[in-house]
């Protein structure tokens, strides 16, 4: 205690009134402050990004999307508008992630913004409601696709199917609990699993246009519907691909786990999605430019 007593004497000595810059600038570099391991790289942080996005929603929803728009045509319409919708989305919560390198995604923002009690408010909705229908529409979607073959001329059992999907996010939260390097592992393996099969569906959708199955895809026919149109429907649709392109946010959730989240345009100056430093942002003072 004698020795820790001096030693602060000889800092106030050193340092008179920095006490609040000493105790910033050993937390911003790490000493004796805590922080989350940065042990997410880059092929991680895309595969976080891209394991999300393609998840079971690009495997259920272009169904759902179909039937709603009522013609191919349209159809087509809604992907590339839910798809523009969510590039801007991405681009907007890139800039985000470096002029607030904070993890916690949509709560770091909104509690830094607006105040505590929207933060909190944000976060206990996410919490309660939006992740764990999230989570529990994947898994239902996981264990319907591996009972089906067992179960070749009927729907596999409603008690089957939520068992395994019980087990599946149980396992699951126990790796992300574990490890965050097993976590991004376990991601990286399951993400190029989900790649091979999307591309294998694009394959055997190009062999079927080569063989001239391409009636739908001709203009004259493309906008032919086989239903009524319906705004009500035409708006699900668009709900569908929406929750097909979810998951472009992911990778906020852990910013301050990645490696090097900036792209330095010169040593020790971040630089933002377009190119440009972020003056007088949040990253560059948690940097200390």
Excluded at 100 to 106: Q, T
Aim: with cysteine; glycine share 14%; hydrophobic share 45%.
């Amino acid at each position: 205690m004698e020795e820790g007593a001096r030693h602060r004497n000889n800092t106030e000595k050193k340092h008179p009134g920095g006490g609040e810059s000493d105790a910033s600038s050993e937390a911003g570099s790490g000493g004796g402050g805590v922080a989350l391991k940065k042990e997410i790289g880059l092929v991680s942080a895309c595969g976080i990004i891209v394991g999300n996005i393609i998840g079971s929603g690009i495997f259920v929803s272009p169904k759902g999307v179909l039937e709603n728009a009522g013609s191919v045509g349209l159809a087509l319409i809604v992907w590339i508008v839910t798809g523009f919708i969510t590039v801007v989305g991405a681009l907007c919560y890139a800039e985000l992630g470096v002029t607030i390198p904070k993890s916690g995604g949509d709560y770091s923002y909104v509690k830094d913004i607006f105040g505590g009690l929207a933060g909190f408010l944000r976060l206990w909705i996410a919490v309660l409601v939006i992740y764990p229908t999230n989570q529990a529409v994947i898994a239902l979607t996981f264990s319907n696709y591996v009972l089906q073959p067992l179960f070749p001329t009927c729907f596999p059992p409603e008690s089957g199917l939520r068992l395994l999907a019980a087990i599946c996010l149980l396992l699951l939260t126990w790796v992300n609990c574990s490890s965050v390097r097993w976590a991004t592992r376990v991601q990286d393996i399951f993400t190029a699993g989900k790649l091979l099969a999307l591309a294998l569906i694009i394959i055997m959708g190009i062999v079927q246009i080569c063989k001239g199955e391409y009636f739908w895809l001709e203009p004259k026919n493309a906008f032919e519907n086989f239903q009524e149109p319906d705004i009500g429907l035409v708006a699900l649709a668009f709900l569908q691909g929406s929750f097909a392109y979810g998951g472009w946010n992911f990778l906020n959730y852990v910013t301050e786990e990645l490696v090097d989240p900036y792209k330095a345009a010169n040593p020790g100056e971040p630089e933002d999605v377009c190119g440009r430093v972020p003056r007088g942002g949040a990253g560059l003072r948690d940097r200390g430019g």
